[in-house]
Nanobody
Framework: QVQLVESGGGLVQAGGSLRVSCEAS????????MGWFRQAPGKEREFVAG????????RYTNAVKGRFTISRDNAENTVSLQMNSLKPEDTAVYYC????????????????????WGRGTQVTVSS
C-alpha cells in the first residue's frame, strides 16, 4: 500500500517562495504520473501541476504557470513543487497524488484519475 506524505508547507508573505515535497513509502512512484492538487476553504480540490513517470509530460494549471515548478526524483521516491511569487490566492491545503495507472504518458488533471493521496500540507500566503 503506497503512502504519500507531504511536507514543507507554511506561512509566507506575498511574493515569497515555498517548496513542498512528497515522499512515498510502501511502493515506488517511478511508474506513475504524480500530481499536486490544492483545496482552499469552501472550494473544490483543483489540479495544480503534474509530471509523468519519465518527466516527459509536465502540465500546470494556468494560474500557476511561470511561478510553480514540479519535479521528481525517482531514485529518492519524491516529487516536489517549487512555488515562487506566491499570491494570497495560492493559500490552500496542497495534496500530492499518484496516478491509478502505471506508465501513463499524459498527465491527467481530474482528481478521479489519481488513486493514492497524501493528507496534505497547509500553505498560507499573507498579503
Amino acid at each position: 500500500q503506497v503512502q504519500l506524505v507531504e511536507s514543507g508547507g507554511g506561512l509566507v508573505q506575498a511574493g515569497g517562495s515555498l517548496r513542498v515535497s512528497c515522499e512515498a513509502s510502501g511502493g515506488t512512484l517511478s511508474r506513475y504520473v504524480m500530481g499536486w492538487f490544492r483545496q482552499a476553504p469552501g472550494k473544490e480540490r483543483e489540479f495544480v501541476a503534474g509530471i509523468n513517470y519519465a518527466g516527459g509530460d509536465i502540465r500546470y494549471t494556468n494560474a500557476v504557470k511561470g511561478r510553480f515548478t514540479i519535479s521528481r526524483d525517482n531514485a529518492e521516491n519524491t516529487v516536489s513543487l517549487q512555488m515562487n511569487s506566491l499570491k494570497p490566492e495560492d493559500t490552500a491545503v496542497y495534496y500530492c497524488a499518484a496516478d491509478s495507472a502505471a506508465f501513463r504518458w499524459f498527465v491527467m488533471s481530474q482528481t478521479d484519475e489519481y488513486h493514492y493521496w497524501g493528507r496534505g500540507t497547509q500553505v498560507t500566503v499573507s498579503s
